[in-house]
């Protein structure tokens, strides 16, 4: 019985980071924490979504696509780090109901710093919020490449999202209360009870598609099954063992 791979160490996160950064431009890759973010709105898509489908949104932002004469090697060690971070956040959740997500530090200077006076909606938002940020657009970045979870006609699966999303800029007047209104009714302690909040808002997501993600199709008979002592439908006159069912 082989033994499950384990998870990243925080020097392989540092170095998929550094080797995510280093990709062909003009693409922009996701850093580590929208990664992280990304393969959980994978994970909790209502459909198995294969690795080769997944994988290639995480090289840039807007969907464009890496050039032919990539380097195998750099894509190589990129690909089996993703997928043994992939598999150990599954892993996780399946066993533990938990997980710990790759998110900012609060306490670095540079996320409680405005990057500049030319963007009020960042400015506008928590502490709290612009550390969750990266992590929050990465898993809205795997809803947008990846739809079925937002169109799932459920209230449940949207209120869940905008537990979510509520850390991420509100532009329109629409998002400006949603998260108004959360903050009135399901305000957020410290950043400890946001990271809580996030996840376990994950795992709700996890739950609420599990039956759509692992739906097996059924296979319709258009006729009746036919028993072997039966007449065979060929009209043959035969029982259907010494007809059609002699194999």
Not at 112 to 141: C, K, N, Y
Not at 211 to 228: A, Q
Request: with cysteine.
């Amino acid at each position: 019985m082989s033994t499950p791979q384990t998870d990243l160490t925080d020097a392989e996160f540092a170095e998929l980071d550094e080797l995510l950064a280093t990709t062909p431009e003009p693409l922009q890759p996701l850093d580590a924490s929208m990664l992280d973010g990304y393969l959980c709105g994978v994970l909790v898509q209502p459909r198995m979504i294969d690795i080769e489908e997944w994988l290639p949104n995480i090289f840039d932002y807007d969907g464009g696509l890496l050039p032919e004469d990539a380097d195998p090697v750099w894509l190589a060690r990129i690909q089996a780090l993703v997928d043994r971070r992939y598999k150990a956040l599954n892993r996780a959740m399946v066993e533990n109901g938990w997980f710990d997500p790759v998110v900012l530090d609060l306490d670095d200077p540079s996320n409680a710093d405005v990057a500049s006076d030319e963007d009020p909606t960042f400015a506008a938002m928590s502490p709290i919020s612009r550390a969750l940020l990266p992590w929050v657009a990465g898993f809205q970045h795997a809803c947008l490449c990846f739809p079925e979870l937002s169109e799932m006609p459920d209230d449940a699966v949207m209120a869940a999202l905008a537990r979510l999303y509520r850390h991420l800029p509100a532009e329109t007047p629409e998002e400006k209360e949603v998260v108004a209104t959360l903050d009135r009714d399901h305000p957020l302690k410290d950043f400890d009870d946001a990271v809580e909040e996030l996840v376990v808002t994950v795992a709700d997501l996890r739950d609420l598609t599990e039956e759509h993600r692992y739906k097996v199709e059924t296979v319709r008979r258009d006729l009746p099954k036919v028993g072997r002592n039966d007449p065979c439908p060929c009209g043959s006159g035969r029982k259907y063992k010494q007809c059609h069912g002699a194999n």
